[in-house]
């Protein structure tokens, strides 16, 4: 549909208004809100991440189309509801205990729910018991973690101690980042996943939760 | 001796191309008009709601170490703990740049105003750095004023290299800072949340020397402490 490739396009020039009247201009001509949302908002985030991925646009630019996502979004959720559209999957997001550092996570959840992923975000200064509490409490199915400063990232190891702990390994899947952590870091803690920025992040968390 | 430091506003707000390339951005002149744009925005607001000032005590070796003793932790199992000792100088500080940046861009990502707020923080954080960095500078001024003409500062926080952010208690207690503003948390985490804290400590670029071999540094991806070296150990 024609409609929906400009309200890709719109996306990706960040441009939140156009993508909010094409939204509703979508709507109007009775597309189904699951098809706006699929082929042409997340088609758009897609195209975004992935010239992110390649260093062709930047950060800023990334975070223009999620406000232009955010507005199509938004004009979309009752719809989507009422379609009984389900989301893909519940994620819990938060920067450890004793870090406040959150920009990095806020990133990752913004790309997240541009994927449309539903996200409970935790905040800062998240105690490694809250992150498998909220998970269990909301039903997630993955934990995201962050850290900024290298005395908090290890506490990220008993985020994933105490989901085996719980008996929870295999349905509730960790995932780490932040600028001290990389991949071995992830494999020695025995977390599920590394993601080095919040564009990857989105492909890791698909990837492991199959959405 | 304790000082309140109050910079002038323009102290506090770092370069562009600072800002650019802690973000992994291209130069300025490469920038698109819609980035250049959310930049300037950025510098501009920064410029007009930081408040920067900070409190700096200078202190001996006895007392420093007074600082370290309630985290109960060998101060030979810490970066800071095995460089101060050879320090020829030393002080705590804490600088800040006030609470209405934070707040706005607190308020920019509540209105979905993302590239704005993510822009303005980068800017913020680089404008605490430089904070710190202006501090040390103040105080290597004031070495070679006593007669310590090579004297190398580098500031040492919480956080970091093997300190844990509890480190910032007995901190505070020393220097006191909510005189300027800034308190602690019951994590230790500090408000407003674009402060720096720690100790400079100065001394000939050899005393900050350590071979990165901390338990601590089996975790770190970061590897700062080999540049930081690097900047003290060549000449002035």
């Given amino acids: ?211 | 001796m304790r000082e309140i430091v109050r910079f002038a506003k323009h102290e506090a707000v770092p370069e562009a191309r600072e800002v650019l390339a802690a973000q992994g951005l291209p130069e300025e002149v490469a920038l698109a008009p819609r980035l250049r744009r959310i930049l300037d925005e950025a510098m501009s607001t920064a410029a007009t709601l930081v408040e920067p000032r900070a409190v700096c005590e200078d202190l001996s070796a006895d007392r420093f170490a007074s600082v370290l003793a309630p985290l109960g932790v060998p101060a030979d199992d810490l970066v800071v703990g095995r460089v101060y000792p050879r320090a020829e100088g030393l002080a705590l500080f804490v600088a800040t740049l006030g609470e209405a940046l934070p707040g706005r861009i607190r308020q920019l990502f509540d209105e979905d105003a993302l590239a704005e707020g993510w822009m303005l923080d980068a800017v913020a954080s680089a404008g605490a750095d430089l904070l710190a960095d202006r501090l040390a500078e103040r105080f290597r001024h004031a070495l070679v004023a006593r007669g310590m003409d090579d004297a190398r500062v580098l500031p040492y926080s919480p956080g970091y290299c093997g300190w844990p952010t509890r480190g910032q208690r007995p901190l505070f207690d020393a220097l006191r800072p909510e005189e300027i503003g800034v308190t602690l948390n019951d994590s230790c985490l500090m408000s407003p949340i674009k402060t720096v804290s720690g100790v400079l400590v100065a001394g000939p670029g050899e005393a900050h020397r350590f071979r990165p071999d901390f338990p601590f540094c089996h975790d770190c991806q970061t590897h700062e402490c080999g540049w930081r070296m690097a900047s003290v150990l060549g000449k002035a």
């Fill in chain 1, 1 to 211: 549909m024609e409609i929906l490739k400009r309200i890709a396009d719109a996306l990706q020039q960040g441009d939140d208004q156009r993508v909010g009247a094409l939204t509703t201009e979508a709507l109007g001509a009775g597309l189904p809100a699951g098809d706006i949302l699929q082929q042409g908002l997340v088609a758009g985030m897609n195209v975004v991440g992935e010239q992110f991925r390649l260093r062709e646009i930047f950060l800023p630019d990334v975070l223009l189309a999620a406000r232009a996502m955010y507005a199509g979004l938004d004009l979309l959720k009752p719809h989507l509801a009422a379609e009984g559209v389900p989301s893909r999957g519940k994620v819990v997001l938060g920067t450890m205990k004793g870090d406040l550092h959150d920009i990095g996570k806020n990133l990752v959840g913004i790309m997240l729910k541009g994927a449309g992923f539903e996200v409970i975000d935790l905040g800062h200064d998240v105690a490694p018991e809250v992150f498998v509490d909220a998970a269990v409490r909301e039903g997630a199915t993955l934990i995201g973690m962050s850290a900024l400063l290298t005395t908090t990232m290890t506490r990220m190891r008993e985020v994933v101690a105490l989901v085996r702990e719980r008996g929870l390994a295999g349905k509730v899947r960790t995932i780490v980042g932040g600028a001290p952590v990389n991949a071995d870091f992830a494999r020695e803690i025995g977390a599920d996943d590394y993601a080095c920025d919040a564009a990857r992040a989105v492909d890791r968390v698909r990837a492991l939760l199959g959405a």
